[in-house]
């Protein structure tokens, strides 16, 4: 499983049961109905990263999204303020994520309160940047042993016939590394 996914599971984790954010999606989704709101979106944006060593391994940002949709109305900014306290308290408990990351730290917000208004809807993102170190998973035999054998055109004959391998094996090797 890919860490970016892993992050949104634990931010989904970390805001799961609170009443306040009972409807929380992992994806691009959008209310369909106003009696769908209030509801949040956790999803992953642009990330960067920057070589840490020569063996591949990369420290890596990407920032997170908590979308928080409310009904558009009088109270629509004191909503989502709350919906934004709620996941901010959650969010602070663990800036590691259980040790997924090296840091989450709130990055700051913006509200929409127009592009939603076919739903009556009002849009607050919140933004978040994620550190986490990466590294490709290594996976595979663990080369307790390797044989090779070397089967060489014939160096008897001059000149060499035949022109490839004779099928005699002329040199192998085994090597064992230690465990």
């Known amino acids: 499983m890919h860490t970016r996914k892993k992050i949104r599971l634990a931010v989904q984790e970390k805001l799961a049961g609170h009443p306040l954010l009972e409807k929380l999606f992992l994806a691009r989704t959008r209310a369909a109905r106003s009696e769908d709101l209030p509801f949040a979106n956790i999803i992953t944006g642009a990330e960067v990263t920057e ?14 999204y908590v979308q928080l ?11 989502l303020d709350d919906l934004a306290d709620v996941v901010e308290q959650r969010l602070i408990t663990d800036p590691y994520l259980g040790g997924i990351c090296q840091s989450l730290r709130y990055k700051g917000s913006q509200p929409d309160y127009e592009s939603a208004a076919d739903l009556e809807a009002a ?20 080369l307790q042993k390797v ?5 060489m055109a014939s160096p008897r004959n001059d000149p060499p ?19």
Not at 69 to 79: E, S, T
Not at 123 to 142: A, F, K, N, R
Not at 147 to 151: G, L, T
Not at 162 to 167: A, H, I, L
């Open 123 to 142: 849009l607050l993102t919140m933004t978040y940047e994620c550190v986490y170190i990466w590294q490709p998973s290594v996976e595979g035999d663990d």
């Open 147 to 151: 044989a090779v054998e070397i089967d």
């Open 161 to 179: 016939l035949p022109v490839g391998p004779d099928g005699q094996v002329d040199a192998s090797a085994t090597i064992n590394f230690p465990q």
């Open 69 to 79: 949709y409310a009904l558009n109305g009088a109270a629509v900014v004191d909503v």
């Open 51 to 64: 070589d840490l060593s020569d063996q591949y391994q990369e420290q890596r940002t990407v920032q997170v």
